[in-house]
């Protein structure tokens, strides 16, 4: 296994007890990686995340238009955890930390007849089959040319302003970012501002929201469809562009595609014809909505804000509470 993260972390886990595991993680430690902590309800279904972790919970979103125009999304009850991401990193990485080497960077992959190795900096290991969740510049990515249709930045900046607010807040304008969104996320004793885009900077930030004096983080976030299952060899996470369009977001998505690759890997068939019942599995229940938020992303990218301000205004009397963050019904938005 290629990567510690949270999704590496529990597709280990989902192997602990069928199969001998060992994950590299190039990075010495974990809880660094600037991916902001909003995950939806939709994360009980696979973990329980202490309540340590929780920082806050939220009902829903407000999204504003360039000029002033508001869409709400909202659930009767919590609709949202806003966790501490990095302790979240670790306490995934603490169910399989034996299995796990830090400082470990894979730097190549050769698949043979009856197994895949993998150099690392320390040395060559062996295995029957590699899994990549080691992030958008994967090892893998790079060496079957799953290249993502975009790579977007994600920028986080946190400050020391307490927010207890019931909602986040999202602010689109294409003349300021023209292929993405600012945001800010209330973390009760803390508020999360960011930024995802092309072009994104700190700058942007900085004069959107005002702010000085903040942690600053970044991480690259692809975009696309790719192939995800070569012989011996499977892509997942942002590795495999598992991502959300519409935000960026990829844990449960991520954690979905693993199920779907223990069930695949159960038959023991490794090969490439084998392993296609892993991207068949996640594709089920991800490729629509993947598809369809790709669709809508080119179509808000060509949009200029007149366009996005008539857009809120239809939507803005919309029935639109208790849509699914991660898999919302998009073909019943009255677009």
Known sequence: MVGAGPVGSYMASLLKGSMDVAVIEKAPSLGHKACSGLVSTNLDGFVKVPKELIEHRVRGAVMHSPGGSEIELKKEGTAAYVIDRPGFDRWMASGVKGMISFSTEAKGITVKEDQVEVR?????????????????????????????GELLTGLTAMAKEPDSSDHVEMWYDAQKLGDGFFWKIPRGSRTEYGMLGSRASFGQIEGFFGI????????????????TYYDRVLLMGDAACQVKPWSGGGIIYGFTAAQAAARALEKG?????????????WKEKLSRPITMGLMLREFLKDMDNDGLEAIFKKLGGA???????DFPLLNNLPL
Request: net charge neutral.
């Open 319 to 325: 029935e639109l509470n208790g849509l699914d963050m």
């Open 269 to 281: 068939d490794f090969s490439e014809a084998g392993l296609k019942a892993y991207e068949d599995g």
């Open 120 to 148: 690392t900096g320390k040395g060559r290991m062996e295995s029957r089959v590699m899994i990549d969740c080691g992030g958008a510049n994967s090892i893998g990515a790079r060496r079957y040319g799953a290249v993502p």
């Open 212 to 227: 000085k004096g903040y942690e600053k983080a970044a991480a690259p976030i692809p975009m696309g469809m790719v192939k």
